[in-house]
DNA sequence: ACCGTGATTGAG
DNA sequence: TCAATCACGGTT
């Protein structure tokens, strides 16, 4: 699902699934209510707009790969590449049915640096769960601008990139 | 509205 | 080197 959508309709699509989170041996399932897409190198609010450097380089590994940075000197934002290897756009994961907020949320499902740069799978112990749910199925979605990001213009901070699940 | 907190960044 | 910034969250 990540490969063959543009980033926002990646983000819209994440709405209403299961993010799942493996904790030694316990599964953390947690409907995704918020998403924001960050949509390529021409988008001044995305970190691949400023080129490759060695915080963002796993932007531009392939679709489905894990991008976790640390910000504000406290919390990891938890991200998942889209489009073509090489090309730089993530969907960032704001939160989820029960943790609101990006730092939150990262914090509740143990998820950190020690992330970065893996793919979504058993393997790393964070996958989106593939079949949809009744969420998911009957989703009501509110389109936003994207927060925290007014550095970025008054074009690109303006764009409804950013999408909630109604409650 | 303000500030903690520390890695990252780009300028010099 | 170094100061400014930051895809936040908690408190006033």
């Given at each position: 699902?990540?490969?063959?959508?543009?980033?926002?309709?990646?983000?819209?699509?994440?709405?209403?699934?299961?993010?799942?989170?493996?904790?030694?041996?316990?599964?953390?399932?947690?409907?995704?209510?918020?998403?924001?897409?960050?949509?390529?190198?021409?988008?001044?609010?995305?970190?691949?707009?400023?080129?490759?450097?060695?915080?963002?380089?796993?932007?531009?590994?392939?679709?489905?790969?894990?991008?976790?940075?640390?910000?504000?000197?406290?919390?990891?934002?938890?991200?998942?590449?889209?489009?073509?290897?090489?090309?730089?756009a993530a969907v960032l994961i704001r939160a989820t049915e029960n943790f609101k907020g990006p730092g939150r949320l990262t914090k509740a499902l143990k998820i950190d640096?020690?992330?970065?740069?893996k793919k979504l799978g058993k393997k790393s112990g964070l996958w989106i769960e593939s079949e949809d749910n009744k969420a998911n199925q009957a989703k009501k979605l509110i389109r936003t601008p994207r927060i925290g990001i007014s550095y970025s213009g008054p074009i690109w901070s303006k764009k409804l990139y950013r999408f909630v699940l109604r409650d």
């Amino acid at each position: 699902m990540f490969k063959n959508q543009k980033t926002l309709a990646v983000a819209r699509n994440l709405i209403g699934k299961i993010l799942v989170r493996r904790v030694g041996k316990r599964l953390i399932r947690e409907i995704i209510t918020e998403t924001e897409a960050y949509v390529g190198p021409h988008d001044l609010a995305c970190h691949s707009s400023r080129g490759r450097t060695k915080r963002n380089e796993p932007m531009y590994d392939e679709a489905g790969t894990i991008y976790v940075y640390f910000t504000y000197g406290m919390h990891w934002m938890l991200n998942i590449v889209t489009e073509e290897t090489g090309f730089g756009a993530a969907v960032l994961i704001r939160a989820t049915e029960n943790f609101k907020g990006p730092g939150r949320l990262t914090k509740a499902l143990k998820i950190d640096g020690s992330l970065n740069a893996k793919k979504l799978g058993k393997k790393s112990g964070l996958w989106i769960e593939s079949e949809d749910n009744k969420a998911n199925q009957a989703k009501k979605l509110i389109r936003t601008p994207r927060i925290g990001i007014s550095y970025s213009g008054p074009i690109w901070s303006k764009k409804l990139y950013r999408f909630v699940l109604r409650d």
